[in-house]
């Protein structure tokens, strides 16, 4: 293989020679991510590793003019400095440059574009003591599908000793499957079956990053705990008797109980960067997965950087489906991830369950709140004192073996929380109205929260009598609690950054209070007198949670219906969303003060699996219409490429208005002066009829204040299956100044079978993304 130096990289560094001293060590180099031109490779070489490693030569050539090494130390160092190639997510590689590597590098014609490497976070749980209730129970996974398809985690590992891992009602591994279970520390490949499939670790980005860092558990052995919750929340085995030490006791099992699954760690005691999570998103496309599940994403970053949206981009083009969460940076708006079109953006809502305790007065009342305490309680009839907001630590001391009683009135919980654990009392009820309880549930010690009204109970009640007592009892699950679901306050909102003409987010799943698998060697929870606690099971919440919920009902799609696109499982799974709550009034948002919840916080509903399998139409869209899309958002021809790796993309119908099954108009004042001043604005879709042969749909608008909202035209007659039909939607109104403005609304076509609804959003957000 030639080693010549490209002639384009020789004009370029003169000014090398006074700053090389040597080029084994450079304390400035780091990590990055460099798209190149595939089509621009040059012939000899046979893949594009081999290039890769003759272009980083060539760079360490040109750049460290005063050091001289033979063939056999540059092919060493070369090798030593590519830390990844990737081929099918993006054509390119993750290499460790200097800042004069990189510079040189971008004299390449073959160069497109480069991201520093930087760290990712999984959208663990809001509060990594959160808890969740159990996806399981009730109407959802009652059917068995899902058997032959493939669900691949991005994740912090998997425990395979977990009984949801067990397969003797799963079907052989498809002839297909081109994955591996990875040896490793503590990890041999017969811990694989025909439930968990596969298993592999990504860690050189991670290693590159930080030289000097020792991996404790270098495998895919899960010793974080969230892999072990998604992966088994999206598609683990039943198991029967399942609890968190007693709570939502019953059956577990996720979402599409008999898929395959395979993971995929990026997640490291030491933390997770892209070049990892790129190459595990690489190695999933090429292992043959049918469904891909991302509890993880970045903040703020443009599509064309924004590792997750390149790396998905290929996936929807090998037809599979991407789960991804919006993240926990509710409730304030515009704070959500993954806003990208080619993806699924999941909320976090709640179920209709609840964790209570009890306490009983000494004169036998009882009065009930929220709890999730763990342990037990055997005292009887302990002395109970108020002690209004629980802010003076030593008077906290002096009263630790009562039971403390705590007010909460201006959002103080956390410190109250945290006073009552430091002073190590040893039961505390908590009286608060706070919507983010949940956050704060599970305590090291006995704890019990109470409404203000249930409070005004026992303040009374100690008030009136001389020597107050009570006892505390814990573990009961209350099923059927309303109104449920709601989106829950830390859910992040849309509109998103990256793309702001494409509604986000897309569904609403469980994400709060969610019982799944947990390894048996990481603490589930800790108490203030035991330290350490261990369960197989766990509660978590969070939109890592909401992600594989998703995920799992995709596969149970995409078995039902092998032919359809990720679009249309996605459309599918959002038209046929329940907007109502179980008090039949529409879903309510904790994070705005109990109202109605705005399709930017709820996206087009709470998802309903059942409904999804037959949704009567779907909206499709192909790899084109993201093209055209990226086109019209005034992409350079290199960002474009760095998503899409093809050097032609045809941008000759650039358009905004992807054939999506929700809308969104901006219609700020602010950019185009005049308020009050006609805005209109026209969408165009088209609807495939995947119901019965011959139908019609008739057209039902829910009104938006202060807008005219029309449909043309209002009836859709399909003749046959399969066969398509446009429309239009026009808004018409006035240009609004009022600050951040939601109004929505919906369009829903019915036939005698099917609803098929999309929400439509209004808003004055988002000035400086509104297209004239
Ligand atoms: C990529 O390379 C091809 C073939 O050399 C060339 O036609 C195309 O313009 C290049 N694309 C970009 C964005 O540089
Ligand atoms: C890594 O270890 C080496 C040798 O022990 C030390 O010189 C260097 O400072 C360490 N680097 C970091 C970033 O800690
Ligand atoms: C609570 O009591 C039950 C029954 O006696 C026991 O099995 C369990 O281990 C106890 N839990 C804790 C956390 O001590
Ligand atoms: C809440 O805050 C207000 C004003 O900061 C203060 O007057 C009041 O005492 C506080 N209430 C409690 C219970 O701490
Ligand atoms: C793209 O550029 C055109 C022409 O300058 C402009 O009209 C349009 O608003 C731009 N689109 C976006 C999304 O910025
Ligand atoms: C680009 O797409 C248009 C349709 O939108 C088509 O007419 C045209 O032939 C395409 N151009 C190329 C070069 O493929
Ligand atoms: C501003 O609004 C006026 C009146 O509706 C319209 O004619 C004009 O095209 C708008 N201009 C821009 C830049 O949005």
Request: net charge neutral.
């Amino acid at each position: 293989m030639a080693m010549d130096i490209p002639r384009y990289l020789l004009f370029s560094f003169i000014i090398t020679t006074h700053l090389v001293s040597s080029i084994l060590v450079d304390q400035n180099s780091n990590n990055y991510i460099i798209h190149m031109n595939l089509s621009a490779m040059p012939t000899p070489f046979s893949n594009q590793q081999s290039w890769y490693l003759s272009i980083i030569s060539s760079l360490l050539q040109i750049t460290s003019d005063q050091v001289t090494i033979n063939n056999h130390q540059l092919n060493h160092l070369s090798s030593s400095k590519l830390v990844y190639t990737y081929t099918n997510v993006m054509n390119g590689f993750c290499a460790n440059l200097s800042p004069l590597e990189l510079e040189a590098l971008k004299t390449s014609p073959e160069y497109i574009s480069s991201i520093k490497d930087l760290p990712i976070k999984l959208d663990t749980t809001h509060s990594p003591q959160s808890i969740g209730l159990n996806p399981v129970s009730g109407a959802w996974p009652t059917t068995q599908y899902g058997k032959n398809v493939i669900i691949g985690l991005i994740d912090s590992g998997i425990w395979p000793e977990s009984e949801s891992f067990k397969d003797d009602e799963i079907s052989d591994i498809p002839s297909r499957w081109k994955g591996q279970c990875e040896k490793g520390t503590q990890f041999d490949p017969s811990l694989c079956n025909k439930k968990l499939i596969g298993a592999r670790f990504f860690n050189k980005g991670l290693l590159a990053n930080n030289p000097n860092m020792t991996i404790s558990m270098n495998s895919a052995r899960d010793i974080d705990g969230h892999g072990t919750h998604t992966t088994t929340t999206a598609a683990g085995s039943q198991v029967k008797g399942a609890s968190y030490f007693g709570y939502a006791s019953g059956s577990a099992m996720g979402m599409a109980p008999h898929a395959h699954v395979s993971m995929y760690k990026v997640l490291w005691e030491g933390g997770a960067y892209v070049s990892d999570t790129i190459a595990a998103i690489d190695s999933a496309i090429a292992d043959g997965v049918d469904v891909l599940s991302l509890s993880l994403g970045f903040d703020e970053a443009p599509l064309y950087e924004d590792p997750i949206a390149i790396a998905t981009f290929a996936a929807m083009e090998k037809n599979i489906f991407v789960s991804t969460s919006a993240g926990n940076r509710g409730p304030v708006l515009e704070t959500l991830h993954n806003g990208t079109p080619w993806v699924i953006t999941v909320s976090a809502g709640t179920l209709d369950r609840e964790f209570h305790g009890d306490l009983t007065l000494a004169d036998g009342t009882i009065v009930t709140g929220m709890s999730l305490y763990p342990g037990n309680f055997s005292t009887d009839k302990v002395p109970i004192v108020f002690m209004s907001s629980c802010d003076n630590f030593n008077e906290l001391i002096e009263v630790k073996n009562k039971i403390v009683v705590c007010e909460d009135n201006n959002g103080t919980l956390g410190a109250q929380v945290d006073n009552i654990d430091r002073a190590r009392v040893i039961g505390c009820v908590f009286i608060s109205n706070s919507y983010d309880i949940t956050y704060f549930l599970q305590t090291k010690f006995a704890s019990i929260f109470l409404n203000p009204v249930n409070g005004k109970l026992i303040k009374d009640y100690i008030k009136c009598n001389s020597n107050p007592k009570a006892s505390m009892k814990f573990k009961s699950t209350v099923l059927g609690t309303k109104p449920a679901p709601m989106v829950d306050s830390y859910s992040s909102r849309g509109p998103s950054h990256s793309c702001p003409f494409v509604l986000k987010p897309d569904i609403t799943a469980p994400g709060t209070l969610i019982l799944a698998s947990w390894p048996q060697t990481v603490p589930a929870t800790e108490l203030q007198f035991q330290n350490n606690v261990f369960s197989n099971f766990n509660l978590l919440s969070g939109t890592s949670m909401s992600c594989p919920h998703v995920a799992g009902v995709a596969t149970l799609l995409r078995e039902a219906h092998p032919s359809w696109s990720p679009a249309a499982i996605r459309s599918a799974i959002m038209t046929t969303s329940d907007i109502l709550d179980n008090t039949n009034e529409l879903i309510k948002d904790i994070g705005n003060d109990y109202k109605p919840s705005s399709p930017l916080a709820l996206g087009a509903g709470y998802i309903n699996p059942n409904r999804a399998l037959d949704p009567g139409l779907i909206y499709d869209a192909q790899k084109q219409d993201y093209v055209n899309l990226l086109c019209a958002l005034n992409f350079t021809r290199k960002n474009i490429m760095a998503i899409t790796r093809s050097f032609f993309n045809n941008c000759s119908n650039p358009s905004l208005d992807l054939n999506y099954p929700s809308f969104i108009s901006f219609v700020n004042a602010a950019n185009n002066g005049t308020v009050g001043s006609k805005v209109k604005q026209e969408f165009h879709r088209t609807v495939t009829n995947v119901g019965e042969e011959a139908t019609t749909y008739v057209a039902k608008i829910t009104p938006i204040e202060g807008f005219h909202v029309n449909v043309i035209p209002k009836k859709l007659v399909f003749k046959e299956r399969n066969e398509k039909v446009t429309y239009k939607l026009r808004i018409e109104g006035r240009r609004i100044l009022e600050k951040n403005k939601v109004a929505f609304g919906y369009l829903t076509w019915i036939d005698s079978k099917h609803i098929v609804r999309s929400p439509i959003v209004v808003t004055s957000l988002n000035s400086d993304l509104t297209p004239p």
